[in-house]
């Protein structure tokens, strides 16, 4: 059973667009992830969230923790080709375990 | 470096070898975990380890079994692989289970079983 949805599963758009990839569960998770990963690599961490209704920005980048805690988004500004990769949301909702999203594959054209 | 390594990176078998997939890090970590990850099923916990001889089922044991008998070791074991086996793995580590600690991701191994 798949407790995280991330949608959109896929993104194709060209450079300098914005773009919101969301990640939903109906789990309350102690706390969040975002993870980046490129073809023939693992994951790499992004941002973490851990309080509800909390916003981190990494440059162009702007993650949001639902004040709920069970939802999430990363918004990206003025998207650029490097971009392109793999995002995967990941909860923990116990001190043990960690759900991952099936990703958005996103890509940005030049 | 800190990093997690994985080995061997590809692998093409057949139904019912058994093989080991070894995963080590060198950051000292106490928490280690193996993932399958399957097209729009994303990334699935099969086992993890909170420390030395500490191991648990993820959400897809079935079919595989760990060992953590060192700290910067933890192996995954197919005793009698099949095709439905066929899969993207992943190692990770991280400091400790708890809070938002960092995962950190070996590069991967490719299994194929025909």
């Known amino acids: 059973t798949q407790l995280l949805e991330q949608s959109p599963q896929f993104l194709s758009i060209q450079e300098g667009e914005n773009l919101t990839v969301y990640c939903n569960s109906s789990s309350v998770f102690s706390s969040l992830q975002w993870y980046r990963q490129e073809p023939g690599e693992g994951p790499v961490l992004l941002v973490t969230?851990?309080?509800?209704?909390e916003v981190k920005k990494l440059k162009r980048l702007t993650f949001q923790f639902g004040d709920a805690r069970k939802d999430s988004s990363l918004h990206i500004t003025a998207a650029q080709p490097g971009d392109t990769g793999l995002y995967l949301c990941a909860g923990r909702y116990n001190n043990n375990d960690m759900r991952f999203g099936a990703g958005t594959r996103l890509t940005v054209k030049p | 470096e800190a990093q997690v390594t994985q080995n061997p990176r590809y692998l093409i078998t057949v139904t019912g070898k058994k093989l080991t997939v070894t995963c080590s890090q060198n950051m000292n970590h106490e928490y280690m975990s193996w993932y399958r990850q399957d097209p729009g099923l994303g990334l699935r916990q099969i086992y993890y380890?909170?420390?030395?001889?500490?191991?648990d089922k993820g959400d897809v044991p079935e079919g595989y079994k760990v060992s953590r008998k060192e700290k910067r070791n933890f192996p995954l074991i197919l005793e009698s692989p099949s095709p439905n086996q066929t899969s993207l793995y992943f190692c990770?580590?991280?400091?400790?289970?708890?809070?938002?600690?960092?995962?950190?991701f070996g590069p991967g191994t490719r299994l194929t079983v025909t």
């Open positions: 969230v851990v309080t509800g209704g």
């Open positions: 380890s909170m420390n030395v001889e500490v191991t």
């Open positions: 990770a580590s991280s400091l400790a289970a708890s809070g938002g600690m960092e995962q950190y």
